[in-house]
């Protein structure tokens, strides 16, 4: 061998750069969502807030935890932001699904729709942008 990359290899280094900017995404989206989540606990119990705009403060939490999990996820990656965003999307879909199954008691899927195209989007947002940024300051 010549000691180059086969197309193999480029391809498995491509998909470890994609998986660990997805679960760096997902991590950081995370920490962003529950962060967001505490500060707007605090404001709900402290102005007395009423319990009708807990769902929307909820829906606002994921969806700016996903954009930021897209960013950064796409900004790693380099490229294919709104490919790495509905990748980042449809795994916070899931979590949060299954999060919202055990905790409402089941809740139905319609209730919670709008949620998860909020955080889709919102994820496939922040991939677009996070491409665009790093494209920026090349």
Same mark, same amino acid.
């Given at each position: 061998k010549d000691?180059?990359?086969n197309m193999a290899d480029h391809?498995?280094?491509?998909?470890?750069?994609?998986?660990?900017?997805?679960i760096f995404g997902v991590l950081i989206g995370t920490l962003v969502m529950i962060g967001l989540s505490a500060l707007f606990a605090f404001a709900i119990v402290k102005f007395n807030v009423p319990a009708?705009?807990?769902s929307i403060v909820v829906t606002m939490s994921a969806a700016i935890g996903s954009f930021m999990g897209g960013l950064? /996820?796409?900004?790693?990656?380099?490229?294919?932001?709104?490919?790495?965003?509905v990748g980042l999307g449809? &795994?916070?879909? @899931? $979590?949060?699904?299954? /999060?919202?199954?055990f905790v409402t008691d089941g809740s139905s899927f319609a209730e919670n729709l709008?949620?998860? &195209?909020?955080? @889709? $989007?919102?994820?496939m947002i922040g991939g677009i942008f996070g491409v665009n940024l790093r494209k920026s300051r090349s």
């Open positions: 000691g180059g990359m391809q498995n280094k491509s998909m470890v750069v994609w998986l660990r900017a997805i009708t705009a807990i950064i /996820a796409a900004k790693i990656v380099g490229k294919k932001g709104l490919l790495v965003g449809l &795994i916070f879909f @899931v $979590v949060l699904f299954f /999060a919202s199954f709008t949620k998860y &195209i909020a955080v @889709v $989007v919102a994820a």
